[in-house]
């Protein structure tokens, strides 16, 4: 069945968006994907209860090719930290795969809750901008796992790519700031496989899908919005390394406020 034309333009629009702010703020691009893909999906009329799942399964499936495009553009610049993805790795694979299998068993509407507390609280620590004191190093292996299984859970429950974990946690630890953001970038691709694997063997044979639809994951908005993303999310890297990212951030946060109040209210 033919996609409908305003259906692709809006998949599109939301790629470009979503794939330059990955590239500038590290944020995977979950926390702006997943609002709008429900919307998107809703007023398609897919069913209400697996809406919200599919929007982040989507997500999280676009952070792949995401996060392969914005590392390149980091790597480039000595940014990335491969040490310290290496270290959080093993432990998002795990975090990542269980949190899919726990995010499916939710009702809908909680998980649209969770999500809207996720995007208020990764608001609130842009605003923050704590600083961290100057002897705190990154903790060791047992740790790092630790933190990594956090981040993974989280980020497959609410399909991001697990910045809003990461990067305080790294600046916090005295990681630069730009290092933080690109090692982030990194970190979201095993994030993203991980959770969408899982998304798709928890969502087969399940009644009343979408065509297009693998499990959770809707192949026609992935396929779209990746490759929308993909050619942004360069530029967005690039102009993070050229400018100051935290006054952009505390910008940024007003705007995830806005999408948590929606959904909280819709």
């Not at 980020?155 to 933080?180: D, L, Q, R, Y």
């Not at 990194?186 to 009644?207: C, M, N, V």
Request: with cysteine.
């Amino acid at each position: 069945m033919p996609l409908d034309p305003l259906l692709i333009a809006e998949f599109a629009a939301l790629g470009i968006g979503s794939g330059f702010l990955a590239g500038l703020l590290g944020i995977g691009g979950g926390m702006v994907m997943v609002p709008f893909i429900t919307m998107i999906l809703a007023n398609k009329g897919f069913a209400p209860d697996y809406t919200v799942k599919m929007a982040v399964a989507t997500s999280l499936a676009t952070i792949c090719f995401t996060s392969m495009s914005s590392v390149r553009a980091h790597h480039k610049r000595g940014a990335v930290r491969w040490e310290v993805v290496r270290s959080f790795a093993p432990g998002i694979l795990v975090g990542g795969f269980l949190g899919a299998q726990v995010a499916v068993f939710m009702p809908g509407k909680l998980l649209g809750v969770l999500f809207a507390l996720f995007v208020a609280f990764s608001a609130t620590q842009m605003l923050l901008d704590r600083k961290p004191k100057p002897t705190r190093t990154l903790p060791g292996p047992l740790a790092m796992f630790g933190v990594g299984g956090v981040a993974g859970f989280l980020s497959s429950i609410v399909g991001a790519g697990g910045a809003f974990v990461s990067v305080p946690f790294m600046t916090w630890c005295n990681v630069k700031i730009h290092e933080a953001v690109a090692t982030s970038a990194a970190l979201g691709f095993p994030i993203a496989i991980a959770g969408t694997l899982s998304y798709i063997w928890a969502g087969q044979d399940l009644p009343q899908m979408p065509p297009g639809a693998i499990g959770y994951l809707y192949l026609p908005g992935l396929v779209i919005i990746s490759l929308a993303s993909v050619t942004l999310a360069p530029l967005g890297a690039r102009t993070a390394h050229r400018m100051d990212i935290r006054p952009l951030k505390r910008a940024f946060a007003f705007v995830l406020y806005a999408l948590a109040a929606y959904f909280l209210f819709r």
